[in-house]
């Protein structure tokens, strides 16, 4: 079992940036890949960035590429998303998601809680 915990968001004007943070519980962290979602309100979920269990390849929604920078540290059990050039309709509860094993899927085996973002025009 894996417990994810986010934090880091919060309010901002557009243009600001934010970094999520997501700490993992258990030792196997590095066993992990790794991802970020998000939930605006009345939409459904989206797929936002992902990243291997060793750190070495991203994967990005193409309307997130450039803004949005996924990052892990295995030391830490903690994976970041930066995200700069905060737009209103990134506004959204991002989540942080873990999938067992090397690369990234459409599988996620779990879910943190979510972190709000809110940001203001």
């Known amino acids: 079992q894996v417990q994810l915990v986010e934090s880091g968001g919060g309010l901002v004007q557009a243009g600001d940036s934010l970094r999520l943070s997501c700490v993992a519980s258990?030792?196997?962290?590095?066993?992990?890949?790794m991802g970020w979602f998000r939930q605006a309100p009345g939409k459904e979920r989206e797929f936002v960035a992902a990243?291997?269990?060793?750190?070495?390849?991203?994967y990005y929604a193409d309307s997130m590429k450039g803004r949005f920078t996924i990052s892990r540290d295995n030391a830490k059990n903690t994976v970041f998303l930066q995200m700069n050039s905060l737009k209103p309709e990134d506004t959204a509860v991002y989540y942080c998601?873990?999938?067992?094993?090397?690369?990234?899927?459409?599988?996620?085996?779990?879910w943190g809680q979510g972190t709000q973002v809110t940001v203001s025009s």
């Open positions: 258990g030792r196997t962290f590095s066993s992990y890949a």
């Open positions: 990243i291997r269990s060793s750190g070495g390849t991203t």
């Open positions: 998601a873990a999938r067992r094993g090397v690369t990234w899927n459409a599988r996620v085996d779990y």
